[in-house]
């Protein structure tokens, strides 16, 4: 099983919509979590950490459910600028290094 | 906001070749990291660095080496350029508790 797991996609959504990403992770001994955003042909950059009670930044809304090892990202009201791929990411204990996953890749459309 | 700074966006190296990818940060982090990332492959960490002078293999540190003298400063060598180290390479720095910053890439070309 790969350590950090995502639907690969693409997804393409029309503006306005509701879209959501899952992830798993194989380590259940990770610690934190996050999820970087990656624009073509650019470096990731940090969207939003993800809590264990989940947290919310505007549009964006993610979760934890650590029994299940699995982290979900919700986009609501999709615009243009949100395309994208998004990466989840993992931190394991006694470790220097996050875990990435490969991506998703969003097209919101017109 | 922490700075990554890569120094070179783009290059254009010949097989065989040394080449050097220089990479600085300016927040006193103690961890840096290189990776390279390729469609498909995702991020693969080639090595990284937890403080001065230290330095640990990643996932795929074979035809590459790396150099820490001072804190802010992480470079990464490849001993001998080939064509299969074509790739997009980030470097990122990270704080304890916190994910990375990455500098913008440096896009390599090996011919």
């Known amino acids: 099983r790969k350590e950090v797991e995502q639907d690969p996609g693409p997804f393409n959504v029309p503006e306005g919509a509701t879209v959501a990403f899952n992830c798993t992770y194989s380590?259940?001994?990770?610690?934190?979590f996050f999820w970087y955003r990656q624009d073509c042909r650019k470096e990731p950059k940090l969207l939003m950490s993800?809590?264990?009670s989940g947290n919310e930044d505007g549009r964006f809304t993610a979760q934890l459910n650590r029994a299940s090892q699995y982290i979900s990202l919700l986009i609501r009201d999709s615009k243009l600028s949100d395309s994208a791929t998004y990466l989840c990411?993992?931190?394991?204990?006694?470790?220097?290094?996050?875990?990435f996953g490969k991506g998703t890749k969003l097209s919101v459309i017109p | 906001d922490v700075k990554v700074t890569q120094s070179s966006r783009y290059l254009v190296k010949r097989t065989g070749e040394k080449v050097f990818l220089e990479c600085v940060q300016d927040?006193?982090?103690?961890?840096m990291f290189w990776y390279r990332q390729d469609p498909g492959l995702g991020l693969r960490l080639i090595y990284f660095?937890?403080?001065?002078?230290?330095?640990e293999k990643g996932d795929i540190p074979e035809g590459y080496s790396v150099s820490r003298e001072k804190k802010e400063r992480f470079s990464l060598i490849l001993e001998s350029a080939s064509t299969n180290q074509t790739s997009m390479y980030l470097c990122?720095?990270?704080?304890?508790?916190?994910?990375?910053?990455f500098g913008s890439g440096t896009r390599l070309t090996v011919v």
């Open positions: 380590n259940s001994a990770s610690q934190s």
């Open positions: 990411v993992v931190f394991g204990a006694g470790s220097y290094q996050l875990t």
């Open positions: 927040m006193d982090h103690e961890n």
């Open positions: 990122a720095s990270r704080d304890r508790g916190n994910g990375y910053t």
């Open positions: 993800v809590y264990s």
């Open positions: 660095s937890y403080d001065v002078k230290m330095k």
